[in-house]
C-alpha cells in the first residue's frame, strides 16, 4: 500500500497519528511494519513524547471545534424542532442539525486545520531520506502556526487561509450528519435500563464514526492534498494542481487510481472510530451531569428560546 509515490499521497490523509506518520514516511524503518510494531519501534525511537508530537495544533483546533459542534448541534436541533413542526422530532431532525453544526464548526475553525495539516506535511517532509520532495518548489518551513498564518496569507490574503474548504464542507456536512442521525438512532433502540450504558454509548458512537468516515473519506483526501499544495501550476509531487472538489475527485483518480481515494483509510479508522465513540460519550456524560433535560423535556420549554 505505501510503495513508490504512493506512500507520501497516503499520508496526507494520515495526518492525525504520529505513529501511522513514521509508518508511512519512513521508508526503511516503519513501512513493512503494522500498527503495532510501529508503536512499539516508535515508543524505543523517539520515546513515549513521540507519541504527542505535534499534538499542541491539534488540541488547539479541537477543542473550539468540538465545542462549537456539540453546542451548534443543540441549538440548531432547537430551532428546527420550533421552525419545522412538520418535521416531526425523528432521526431528519437529527441529520439536518448534525450537518449545519459540522458546517458551523469547520468555517469558524479552518484556518486552524489548515495550519495543522502544513505542519503535519512538513514534519513528513523532513523525515523523507530521498530528495524527490525538496526540489525548488517544495513548500516552505514553517516554525509554527502563526508562520503559517503568516506564510499563507502572504500567498492570497484571507481566502488563502480557507483553501480546500469546499471539499471540507462537502464531506463534513454528511459526515457530521450522519453521525448524529446514526449515534441518536441507535440509542433509540436501547432498552431504557442501559440508557447509561458508557459500553453502548461507545459502541454506537463507533459505528456512527465507522460509517460517516467511509462514506465521506474521499472528500477527505482531496482537502487534504489541496491544503498542502501551493499556488504553483502543479504540487510538490508533479501532478496537476487541485482547484475544486470533483476535478480534484477526477484528477486523483484519473493520475493515482480509484483506490488512492481510500488510501489509508484503514489506517484513519484506528483514530476516528475511538475518536468519535470516546466524543460522543463525553458528550453525552457531561449532559448527565451538568443535569441537562432530556431531549423530550426540553422540547416543551424551547418555545421561548
Known sequence: M???FHFQRICMSCFHCPCIHKMLTRTNEFRSLGVLKSLNKLRKHDGVLGFYKGNGASVLRIVPYAAL???AYERYRCWILNNCPSLGTGPV???LAGSASGGTAVLCTYPLDLARTKLAFQVNNSDQPSSALKRANSPPTYGGIKDVFRGVYSEGGVRALYRGVGPTL???LPY?????YIYEGLKAHVPENYKNSVTLKLSCGAAAGLFGQTLTYPLDVVRRQMQVQSHLQHDQFGGPRITGTFQGLKIIKQTQGWRQLFA???????KVVP???IGFTAYDTMKHLLKIPPRENKKSGDGSN
Open 170 to 172: 462537502m464531506g463534513i
Open 2 to 4: 505505501c510503495r513508490n
Open 93 to 95: 431532525v437529527d441529520l
Open 264 to 270: 489509508g483509510l484503514s489506517l484513519n479508522y484506528i
Open 275 to 277: 475518536s468519535v465513540a
Open 69 to 71: 459542534h456539540y453546542m
Open 176 to 180: 457530521a450528519g450522519l453521525k448524529f
